[in-house]
């Protein structure tokens, strides 16, 4: 790459999650940009500190100690930009998830149109929607306003005619809410973000603007058969920012260093997922998923265009005290392999949910941990299925689309007990078809590559590439409906050295293929059985050249899509135990 595209610039990353607060510093080595070292600390939001900027400044210090460079001025400020003796960094990007989810009234004149927009735009980043109000709400007026006093929102989300088309209607729609902003005291007066008819914005503006913190968006729902979101999306992500920086102390200071460029932590992974389906040209798209304290996040991306979910009620922590109104509990305990009774994993989501950087102390605890993360991830996958891009096809309805990649992240995989136990959680949990290159970020550093692709994209790209993310292996999934022990798939692998491989792959079984890293093969598949490996056609087959050397090489899925654990506990801890051996962990106690 020419020099001129490299500014030795350094970055400083920073995210203040709902359990952890992380560093991560990059830099300029030899020439290419490199990830050089992170730190972790819990956060400081809660009691007894009541302020980020203490988990931030304990991260920070871990991370001077780690790379034996100063970052931090005598005023406790990093020190920018860098000095000739190495000290200090040259650019700083800041990300929060901590808190709750803000609250937030969705408001649309059709249920099916502008309503669902507003609901879709608000799942964009850490928000509840709890309550509708549409064209055909046929509550008076004053149970409308009670309603909104009740809830006391955080943001009002307002969708509704299209460019130049309904008025009056939504003008009605918007009466309660002005007269429940009205009577809200000054300081609890929610934001509102009109993303409606942009003929409105003056007339809006004067009957709302002294009672709300007004925020304009272009119209979301410009045509009845066409959604656009992305400029009302970046708006919901400097609201939340501003509302963290206003109510959670020290993150107004993050925001300070970042030049005013704080981004929701969801937004950030967005942001690189968009980044990479541009960058490395994936045919089939890339998706992101971050299965985290504060929510679960999908984001999927095709060739820029991106479809981002952000799921509070499917968070791993404090959220998990009202899971089982989104989850039956049976949904959870059918991936565990342990008899484990119902009450003891209804105990386990309360007190997770109280104590929610706490880890696994037994074999039962982990089996319940992982059960609820393959079931979150598998629910709010179900609930981003409607807003995926067009373009990215699937096998066929209630699967996951054809992705040329998955980069997944979070505490519940990146702490398991070994690689097998990650993999099998995603792969339980997220089931793809087709071809799939796997990764695990293991250093939380997607999103934080996504706040640095704002300021600095040759960052963005040079450390992905510099295998800063872990690659799992190629996933290739024949979908078929046939019966277990059908031959669905024959393969034959030759390595770089030409030696050759061939395998015979039944519906039901989980098989592997080493490929260390280094490594290189080319591998001929030929499906049976009409089986799809998403080629365009059931049955075709076709050559896979340069698969490069992987954590656990090549995988092949023959389970079946949708795959649904045994319903016998034995047969299923067979099989666990089976397939962790398979992928070289450990299968005792499982």
Known sequence: MPTSLVAADSLLAV?????????ALFDVVEGRYRFLASSAVP?????????VSEGVHTALDRLQRITGRVLLGPDEDPIMPSGVDGSGIDTFAAMVSAGPPLKVVAIGLLEDVSLESARRLATTSYCQVLETIGLNDRRKPDVRIDSILRLRP??????GGTQDGASQSVLRLLEPVGLACYLMPESQRPHLLFAGNQALK???????GGFTHLHFAPNIRPLLDYEELDAAQAEVARIYSRIRSQRMLGVSALNTWAKGGLVPTATALGRIVRFWSKARAAKKGIMGVDVGASATTIATADNGDLALGVYPQFGLGRCLSDLLQHVPLQDITRWLTLEIPDQQ??????NKAIYPASLPATPEELEIEQAIARQVMQS?????????????????EGLLPYVDRIVATGSVLTRAPSLAHSVLT?????QPTGITELYLDQNHMAAALGAAAAVNPVLAVQSLSSNAILHLGTVITPVADVRPGTLVLRLKVTYDNNQQTNLEVKQGSLEVIPVSFGQSVRIQL????HADVGWGVPGRGGELKNLTGSALGIIVDARGRPYAPPPNLARRNELYRKWLWTFGGQSGGN
Do not use: C
């Not at 955080?154 to 969708?159: F, K, T, Y």
């Open 526 to 529: 030929h499906p049976l059985h």
């Open 15 to 23: 995210e203040v999650g709902a359990v952890s607060t992380r560093a």
């Open 202 to 208: 003056d007339e809006i503006q004067e009957n709302l």
């Open 154 to 159: 955080d943001l009002i989300v307002v969708a």
């Open 380 to 396: 709010a996958a179900k609930v981003a299925a409607g807003g995926f891009p067009e373009k990215m096809q699937g096998p066929g």
């Open 43 to 51: 956060t400081t939001a809660g009691a007894p500190f009541l302020n």
């Open 426 to 430: 995603l792969l339980d949990g997220l």
């Open 345 to 350: 994993v209804h105990a386990y989501l309360l």
